[in-house]
């Protein structure tokens, strides 16, 4: 990989060195590795994925090496320029970014039963690939990053050298803990008010903590539902003009856009989605695996590397767990779209997210394309950069797991 360039998002993620190895590991597997699809119809997918968000960053890095990779140009004037059979499964692509739950086995089965000749292993070769640049385009606007190419490349031997001799330094200074993704600046930002904020955080972790009370099962599922209910009602935040629709050539069903899983009074709502009928660990590594080269172990060690990642410091204070907090924004991207953990209290969620960072995470999951600079600026403001980042990466990956399970719980159905 020294000679391999880095992108401007990669030296953003480049913050958390332990997470940054695992995400170039998979990005390289997905699109330069051995793999059923070919190398411009891995470039492409991502050109999809990422232009249902206009995600101009990703689009535009993306046709380049589309092009680089021997792709025939005339594919970039649109979809109805593509061969019959990559555009066949933009329906997937379109429901998967949107409303993943309403994706269902004969989707599925007209890809590899109809005309098109898509394998199993290659639909989920697709898959893998739009679900990372959807949620990648999450973090893309969730980060606040300028939407130009970066002109300047960093080779990945120079940065993971820079890295390590920071990580290093940090060490020493810290007695062993790097900065935390919780570090708050030091009366840069609010002053007293600030760790006033951060003081009752770190108290509600340890209370809750420490509590042994449990809840029971019919309690459990009404938490959930109220915490589902309220991210329904939760409005998102919008922009003040509309974003142009730059890549309207790569976008079929524009209308097409999250709605709220539940909403009060609807008809014909969903089915919740319930991890201990379908989850990660016990059913969706083991048959991505299967079906394409072991790529669910590169996938279950990012997932696992961004939920478990952790510093131990809040505002210069040593050995905090911050595992609650962490879990509380895992779980409620998850609840967004439908997916609940039933050994989870929801309660949780609503004691350590206040409303601007669960409107933050709303729009940044299913609306990134309205997130502005300003909006990144104006949530967790006691926080640094780095630690906004990290936020942000829990975003990327929790969203990235939840259309994941969705579309390899259905690849299931359909192959039994």
């Given at each position: 990989m ?12 480049a ?19 051995d ?5 411009p119809y891995?470039?492409y ?11 101009s960053y990703?689009?535009?890095l993306?046709?380049k ?24 499964i ?7 970014c949107h ?7 004969e989707h ?5 039963k109809?005309?098109?000749n898509?394998s ?21 606007f ?6 130009e ?9 120079t ?6 001799n ?11 803990s ?23 955080l ?13 809840c029971?099962e ?19 935040q919008s ?5 142009p ?6 976008v079929?069903d524009?209308?097409f ?7 009060r009074?609807?008809?014909?709502v ?12 016990d ?8 079906l ?9 060690d990012?997932?696992?590397?961004a ?14 767990d ?12 998850q609840?967004?779209y ?5 050994d ?6 609503n004691?350590?997210?206040?409303r ?7 729009t ?18 006691e ?34």
């Open positions: 020294e000679n391999e360039t880095l992108d401007h998002v990669t030296k953003v993620i913050y958390h060195p332990r997470y940054l190895e695992h995400y170039l590991r998979t990005q390289n597997f997905i699109l330069n590795c793999g059923p699809l070919s190398e891995r470039h997918l991502a050109i999809m994925a990422a232009a249902r968000h206009n995600c990703l689009v535009a993306h046709e090496r589309f092009l680089q990779a021997r792709g025939d140009p005339k594919w970039l004037n649109g979809l109805e320029f593509v061969p019959a059979k990559l555009r066949a933009y329906e997937i692509n379109k429901i998967l409303r993943p739950w309403l994706l269902n086995k599925i089965e007209r890809l590899t109809g005309s098109f898509w199993l292993s290659e639909v989920v070769h697709a898959i893998v690939l739009l679900a990372h640049f959807h949620s990648l385009a999450s973090f893309v969730s980060c606040g990053l300028t939407q190419l970066d002109t300047q490349t960093t080779s990945s031997h940065i993971y050298n820079n890295l390590c920071q990580q290093q330094q940090n060490e020493q200074i810290n007695g062993g790097p900065p935390s993704m919780m570090s708050m600046l030091n009366g840069m930002n609010g002053g007293d008010g600030q760790f006033a904020k951060v003081d009752a770190m108290e509600k972790m340890k209370v809750l903590s420490q509590k042994t009370d449990e029971s019919t309690e459990l599922s009404n938490r959930f539902k109220n915490v589902e209910m309220q991210a329904a009602e939760l409005p998102i922009t003040t003009t509309e974003a629709k730059i890549y309207t050539q790569y079929d524009p209308t856009k999250y709605q709220d899983f539940t909403r009074g609807a008809e014909n969903p089915t919740t989605f319930r991890v201990q009928d379908y989850s990660w660990d059913h969706g590594l083991s048959l991505v695996s299967q394409y080269n072991d790529v669910g172990y590169l996938l279950d990012k997932f696992r590397t939920y478990n990642l952790t510093y131990y410091t809040i505002a210069g204070r040593q050995n905090v911050t595992s609650k907090f962490r879990r509380a924004i895992w779980n409620y991207i609840c967004i439908g997916i609940r953990h039933d989870y209290d929801y309660g949780e969620v004691q350590l997210l206040d601007p960072l669960k409107m933050f995470i709303k940044a999951c299913c609306f990134p394309e309205r997130i502005t600079k300003k909006d990144y600026d104006s949530v967790l403001v926080l640094q950069h780095s630690e906004k980042v990290h936020v942000n990466l829990l975003i990327l990956e929790a969203r990235n797991q939840v259309e994941l399970l969705y579309a390899l719980r259905e690849i299931m159905r359909y192959m039994t």
